[in-house]
């Protein structure tokens, strides 16, 4: 039988569609080639005789997880070329990962590190340069906070990039300095300082670096991702790895600068590629992270009074950006995690919908970590979707966590409010960020979310991981759901995860992975 008209049939366990209709026990799915013919329980859906059979007894059949946030070309790169400090539990660990790496690297060349979380340290401050220079005299350093906004460099990094006690924090963005002046080596929002002079990637690591990443969505049973932010590199580098076999998930590509303004000089808009290279939204930055404390936050951080966080960008500069990629035809996706940030964001799609009214816009605010119940309400009538990451909850929620802290306990219960975004009617697509990329991670962080009444139930918790991550990408008709017409992006999970607690739903691990109707991911 030719690959286009193979047919397999799913067998057993309980489906989970992601539609947000109730779980269908001991369940049977029909693929034929690349597309899902059938579902529905066992005994009522019939089974071609020629149809090869996958027992998934015990489990749990979902559609493919769709990453609407994730930088996956940048993870991957990561991957092959930093330290991972993520697995770090005090700054001693981490300056020992650092370490090690100079003690292999040749004199002269960058180390660079990434992932680092002093919020789960003892010591809970972030790394300086006094930290780094003792053991790092020949080697410039580079260690990035886990949320990509605060960086540290070390006295030779700082060198080679310019930066002095003369030099001027740049607009939307910060260095650090001690009592006398001096660059401490942290930037915040600022990295770009120093990136100009860090040689960049090959196309080399690059695909060996899309490799990996794609090895590791499979084995989490991630069939998407939305990647936030490219310039021209990331974009011949999907489009290589596309052409040489070595993408194996869909991507919708979010662009950023000077290649979305060429992309829009080209007249191209969102929805150009295929179904499984996609071109996706322009992707603007209004504010930096509560990590970082530079979120734009209308009242001072708690753990820091002296500060309400940045606007990385002007207001009226992203609007003009806003405004022309939404007229051009692009979806727009606003990096906005602060209420002050949330709500210049929100104005801004309002005024360009009003002078430009589009319908289906589906532009996108990414991340809405603190917001009002005003905010909410005005998602809901312009119709924006809100692309949250839950892994972030599960991360630096609760009690004595990082979000308590930066914003106190009253409004830590503004913080995520996934139940009340849900109630409101308002499309919640939920991804990773990369902190980390997994998403059953993800769904146990909704489950169990620290704050009570913005949780939200696993039927619910998974349609916000595949159909809506999928309507995020104008793609609800091709993917996000296991429903008769649609490609067959489907995983098999190894628990059934309507018969344990909430709290365990972490644990569970991906039996197989299904991609266009083949099997990608095995775990056996």
């Not at 009690?399 to 409101?424: K, Q």
């Amino acid at each position: 039988m030719s690959p286009e008209h193979r047919r397999v049939a799913i067998l057993g366990g309980t489906l989970i569609d992601g539609t947000g209709r109730p779980p269908v026990r001991d369940c049977s799915v029909i693929l034929e080639g690349e597309r899902i013919v059938a579902s529905g329980r066992k005994g009522e859906v019939e089974v071609p005789r020629d149809a090869e059979i996958i027992d998934a007894s015990g489990g749990t059949l979902l559609p493919g997880f769709i990453d609407a946030h994730t930088h996956f070309l940048w993870m991957g790169i990561g991957m092959v070329r930093f330290v991972d400090m993520s697995s770090a539990r005090s700054l001693s660990e981490a300056l020992i990962q650092v370490e090690s790496r100079l003690r292999e690297t040749p004199k002269g060349e960058w180390v660079l590190g990434r992932g680092w979380d002093e919020s789960k340290w003892p010591e809970r401050r972030y790394i300086t340069k006094e930290d780094i220079d003792p053991f790092s005299p020949n080697h410039p350093v580079m260690l990035t906070r886990v949320d990509g906004h605060l960086v540290t460099l070390n006295s030779k990094a700082l060198e080679l990039a310019g930066i002095t006690r003369d030099t001027p924090d740049p607009p939307g963005g910060k260095i650090d300095r001690d009592p006398a002046g001096e660059p401490t080596g942290i930037l915040r929002d600022a990295s770009h300082l120093v990136e100009r002079v860090i040689p960049p990637p090959s196309m080399e690591i690059a695909l060996e670096g899309l490799r990996m990443a794609c090895d590791l969505a499979l084995s989490l049973g991630c069939t998407g991702i939305h990647d936030a932010g490219l310039d021209s590199f990331g974009l011949e580098a999907y489009q290589t790895a596309l052409e040489k076999g070595i993408l194996k998930v869909r991507a919708y590509l979010m662009v950023r600068g000077e290649t979305a303004k060429a992309a829009e000089g080209l007249s191209l808009r969102t929805g150009f590629g295929s179904d499984f290279l996609r071109l996706g939204s322009v992707k603007l930055i209004m504010d930096g992270s509560l990590g970082a404390r530079t979120a734009a936050l209308f009242e001072p951080y708690q753990d820091d009074p002296s500060t309400k966080g940045l606007l990385v960008t002007r207001p009226e500069d992203l609007e003009e950006e806003a405004r022309r990629a939404h007229r051009k035809g692009f979806q727009v996706a606003i990096h906005a995690i602060g209420d002050r940030g949330i709500e210049h964001s929100i104005n801004i799609i309002e005024r360009i919908l009003r002078e430009s009214p589009r319908r289906d816009h589906r532009h996108r605010i990414e991340h809405c970590e603190v917001m009002t119940t005003n905010q909410i309400e005005r998602l809901r009538q312009l119709g924006i979707i809100a692309s949250m990451q839950p892994n972030f909850v599960g991360e630096w929620s609760g009690p004595g966590g990082m979000y308590e802290a930066r914003l106190g306990a009253e409004r830590l219960r503004m913080n995520n409010p996934y139940r009340a975004l849900l109630d409101e009617g308002i499309h919640v697509a939920f991804g990773s960020d990369c902190m980390p990329f997994n998403p059953i991670y993800g769904l146990w962080s909704a489950l169990n979310h620290p704050v009570k009444e913005s949780r939200i139930g696993l039927v619910e918790a998974v349609r916000c991981y595949t159909l809506e991550a999928a309507y995020a990408s104008f793609m609800e008709d091709l993917t996000g759901s296991i429903e008769p017409g649609k490609l067959a992006d489907i995983v098999i999970l190894d628990e059934d995860l309507t018969s344990i607690m909430p709290d365990r739903v972490r644990d569970v691990k991906v039996r197989m992975t299904i991609v266009n109707g083949k099997i990608l991911y095995s775990k056996d």
